[in-house]
């Protein structure tokens, strides 16, 4: 019987036209060192029946689950299939505890009534986000309603794009400049850059990436929203000069434009370099 290894590589192998031996293997990120004290876990576990694509799936009950916080290929691209196919067979047939957000209100259901999860299988402790972070077939989109365990995804999908694993080896989903983010309008997409000067007009924040805010790349933190922030001790005003990497929907609004909706969204480079440095 072929091994788990084994199996995930040939998925690998065929969804790319390669040769067994050129893959590496897979990695397959455990949970038991990690807690979940920002999520509350399911009584009832699940047993898969199938998998829809690449982070949602169906238990044998006919209930559909979405794993949260992950940004996959959905379309007929190699990624898509090699994603779907990676994920079947990581959990068909396998049992799987679940974990949703503490407040029943928010975070639990998409608009088509899928559960909104994290998920481990129950026999090895397979955490399933960050092991597809890991391997490069998922990036991490969190959100508003659900943005538990950030760091900890955010790190795993670092690797892989350092490795250039999965997605990271293509050039569409490479992380992009102010300067040209204009030509990712109207799609997700990770954006680096320096921030030049921070603003505030009528309440908003605004971090701007050039010298003209008419047409550069942009920002904006609502009132809300920068309410929501101050209480976890982050001042944007001071970010002036800050290198920072922002994940979302880029729209046009004086130039490419990324509105921040909560902490977890964007990262703060500057941050990372000074840990790193007194590690």
């Given at each position: 019987?072929?091994?788990?290894?084994?199996?995930?590589?040939?998925?690998?192998?065929?969804?790319?036209?390669?040769?067994?031996?050129?893959?590496?293997?897979?990695?397959?990120?455990?949970?038991?060192?990690?807690?979940?004290?920002?999520l509350l876990q399911i009584p009832e576990s699940i047993k898969v029946m199938?998998?829809?694509?690449g982070k949602t799936f169906v238990s044998y009950e006919g209930k559909t689950y979405q794993l949260a916080s992950l940004d996959v290929e959905l379309d007929e691209g190699s990624y898509a299939r090699q994603g779907k196919d990676f994920l079947e067979i990581l959990i068909k047939d396998k049992t799987l505890i679940l974990f949703q957000t503490k407040n029943s209100k928010i975070g639990r259901q998409n608009r088509m009534g899928h559960e909104i999860v994290h998920a481990i299988i129950e026999t090895d402790q397979t955490w399933l986000q960050p092991t597809l972070l890991a391997n490069g077939l998922a990036r991490v989109r969190t959100s508003f309603f659900n943005s538990e365990q950030a760091t900890e995804l955010l790190r795993h999908e670092e690797g892989a794009r350092k490795n250039?694993?999965?997605?990271?080896?293509?050039?569409?989903?490479?992380?992009?400049?102010?300067?040209?983010?204009?030509?990712?309008?109207?799609?997700?997409?990770i954006v680096e850059g320096v921030i030049k000067k921070v603003a505030v007009t009528r309440n908003n924040i605004y971090l701007n990436f050039g010298d003209s805010w008419k047409t550069d790349f942009t920002i904006g933190v609502p009132p809300s929203v920068r309410k929501k922030i101050s209480k976890k001790n982050v001042s944007l005003l001071?970010?002036?000069?800050?290198?920072?990497?922002?994940?979302?929907?880029?729209?046009?609004?004086?130039?490419?434009?990324?509105?921040?909706?909560?902490?977890?969204?964007?990262?703060?480079?500057?941050?990372?370099?000074?840990?790193?440095?007194?590690?």
């Open positions: 019987m072929m091994s788990l290894y084994t199996l995930i590589c040939l998925s690998y192998a065929n969804a790319q036209g390669k040769k067994i031996e050129e893959e590496p293997s897979p990695i397959l990120v455990k949970h038991e060192s990690l807690r979940f004290d920002d199938s998998v829809i694509d250039l694993l999965g997605l990271w080896d293509g050039d569409f989903y490479q992380i992009l400049s102010p300067q040209n983010a204009e030509d990712h309008i109207g799609s997700f997409h001071n970010w002036g000069g800050k290198t920072v990497r922002i994940r979302g929907w880029i729209s046009s609004y004086n130039g490419p434009y990324i509105e921040l909706t909560h902490i977890e969204q964007i990262e703060l480079l500057d941050k990372k370099q000074e840990d790193n440095l007194e590690e």
